[in-house]
């Protein structure tokens, strides 16, 4: 469960490190799935370091 942390969290920093200047890089409609991605990347990151500090936080 541990591994599994911290790919969510390296993964969630690598989407949200691309995805906040291609958000402002980008021409529409990309820029818009770039500031997704970023959210999702700050969304996974957080997962991560949850399961990470309390394991059983979503079970």
Known sequence: MFALSLV???GGLLATAWGLPAAH???RPWDAA???AA???VVS???GVLLAVV???FG
């Open 8 to 10: 969510l969290i390296g």
């Open 25 to 27: 890089r980008l021409r």
């Open 34 to 36: 770039a500031a997704l």
């Open 39 to 41: 959210l999702g990347g």
């Open 45 to 47: 990151a957080l997962m």
């Open 55 to 57: 394991p059983h936080f």
